[in-house]
């Protein structure tokens, strides 16, 4: 079992930035896959990045590249979004989520173990 927890969200307007955290606990957090998905109210849950166990590989929603960063700290347990240029199309419950897979899924049903999401509302 893993326990996730985020943090992070809030009401911001467009163009500024947040950074989202995860906090991971219980197997040993450097054998998952790290993604963080995003679900809008009447939509279904979307990937929005996803990190390697090591760090070293990221992959992203086209709608976030080059605004959004993910990254993962294996010795604190932790996996940040770094979301910056917010737009109103960004508004969604953000959640975090582990995949103890050896390859690459960017569908959400393939993730294990989830948070229970922080909302990010992005004002115009």
């Known amino acids: 079992q893993v326990q996730l927890v985020e943090s992070g969200g809030g009401l911001v307007q467009t163009g500024a930035s947040l950074r989202l955290s995860c906090a991971a606990s219980g197997r040993t957090f450097s054998n998952y896959l790290m993604g963080w998905f995003r679900q809008a109210p009447g939509k279904e849950r979307e990937f929005v990045a996803t990190i390697s166990r090591g760090g070293g590989s990221t992959w992203y929603a086209d709608s976030v590249k080059g605004r959004f960063t993910i990254s993962r700290d294996n010795a604190k347990n932790t996996v940040t979004l770094q979301m910056n240029s917010l737009k109103p199309e960004d508004t969604a419950v953000y959640y975090c989520?582990?995949?103890?897979?050896?390859?690459?899924?960017?569908?959400?049903?393939?993730?294990?173990?989830w948070g229970q999401g922080t909302q990010v509302t992005v004002s115009s």
């Open positions: 989520a582990a995949d103890q897979h050896t390859t690459v899924s960017f569908n959400p049903s393939r993730y294990d173990y």
